[in-house]
């Protein structure tokens, strides 16, 4: 019910401006137990070298999200669109019928990021981008939607895939918790610090330990507790 993918196991590519790291099979890295996790196709966990980025490249038919960690990504797309996004805000680009956009690191220390791939409910469409700040303060203790494909999340960057993309800061011993819903797929990656998940205590399975960049795949028909050992900053997709 939650299967632990610890960091140090994850696909490697370093190309010496960008060392990655793939949870999903992604490019060179190959692995067939891990093709993505329901509609969760990748989630890599990338450092960007200073003055350096990825030059345009095209996309479609998929949805996008950038979680940044450290440093600031700009974004430039074949729409007209530009954008810098920072430190602990979020940026989504919708591909739909195709796009082309390039990202890079425009600053003078090395930039982290979550980037994020789900499946949209639908192919094609106009192709979109948005980016939004979200302060860690205002996630203190809860989690928060940051990019939702459901109308009531009217806060959230938009998507068109039947997903939230959710972010919680929690000092040493709080505790959160989610539902996953019958025939859904969570995955949660702990950015910083050190988190316990645990499931219901009729189920009688301890607590699994998560370190930072460790990654839980969360099947759906659960709830979940997640309290952080150390202060923490987490990041969690819910997904079909």
Known sequence: MIEKRPFAGLGH???????????????????????????????????IAADSGFPPHPHRDMEIITYVRTGAITHQDSMGNTGRTGAGDVQV??????????????????????????????????????????????????????????????????????????????????????SVGDGRHAYLVPATGAIEIATGSETGAPAQRFDARDGAALSGGQTVTITAIEDSEIVLVDAE
């Open 13 to 47: 590519a370093d190309h010496g401006w960008l060392n990655a790291r793939h949870h999903f099979s992604f490019a060179n890295y190959y692995d067939p137990d891990r093709m993505g996790w329901g509609a969760i196709r990748v989630w890599n966990d990338d450092e």
């Open 93 to 178: 680009m919708s591909a739909g019928t195709g796009v082309r956009h390039a990202e890079y690191n425009l600053e003078p220390e090395t930039t982290t990021l979550f980037q994020i791939w789900i499946e949209p409910k639908r192919p094609g469409g106009s192709p979109s981008w948005g980016a939004k700040p979200f302060p860690r303060d205002a996630r203190s203790g809860r989690l928060v939607t940051l990019a939702s494909g459901f109308a009531d999340d009217a806060d959230a960057l938009p998507i068109r895939a039947d997903a939230r993309v959710l972010g919680a800061t929690l000092k040493a011993g709080d505790s959160v918790e989610h």
